[in-house]
């Protein structure tokens, strides 16, 4: 096995960065489409990004961060300890971000089916919780985007700490998103 140059490597890994960006971006904008029968699928995207645009592409950018972080590490030989708590971590705030963004867009139209899973949260949660749920939704996937970034920006940190300890040349140490 031959070692790859400090430019594939990080070519390879904001490729796949990109590609993981990208999935998330499609997949939000699919789930606004398939949960909105009512409308027109431009009139809901457009909906969608008008109403939670920042979620919509922080989450996307974020988990292209991290999975371009986590790949450039790893194709320079750096592995990271508890890096299975980390992803679960960073997937599952991704994920509530995104489900509680999914409420803001009810109101107006969007997301449809969603109405059916906010009218069974009492049953699973309570009328308290439910109540604040969908009240604080927009905060809510604010702080889950926030998680995201958090993760993405300690994944990097300890990142370039390792590479900073290991024997790995300058021009490969350097974590950059150029």
């Not at 790859?4 to 999935?23: E, H, P, T, V």
């Not at 604080?136 to 604010?142: A, E, F, G, Q, V």
């Amino acid at each position: 096995m031959t070692p790859r140059s400090s430019y594939a490597a990080k070519r390879d890994a904001l490729k796949r960065g990109f590609i993981a960006g990208s999935i998330s971006l499609i997949t939000y904008l699919f789930v606004v489409i398939v949960t909105t029968p009512n409308l027109p699928a431009l009139v809901a995207l457009s909906a969608a990004v008008k109403v939670n645009g920042i979620i919509l592409f922080g989450l996307a950018i974020a988990v292209g961060s991290q999975v371009y972080v986590s790949n450039h590490g790893k194709n320079l030989g750096c592995s990271m300890a508890n890096k299975r708590k980390r992803i679960l971590g960073s997937s599952s705030s991704t994920a509530l971000s995104s489900f509680f963004s999914f409420f803001s867009l009810v109101p107006l139209g969007c997301c449809g089916s969603w109405l059916l899973i906010l009218s069974l949260l009492p049953s699973f949660l309570g009328s308290s919780l439910s109540v604040i749920l969908i009240q604080y939704s927009r905060p809510l996937s604010y702080l889950g985007l926030f998680i995201v970034i958090g993760y993405t920006a300690f994944t990097a940190i300890k990142l370039k700490r390792k590479l900073e300890s290991m024997e790995i040349p300058e021009a490969q140490r350097k974590i950059s998103f150029r």
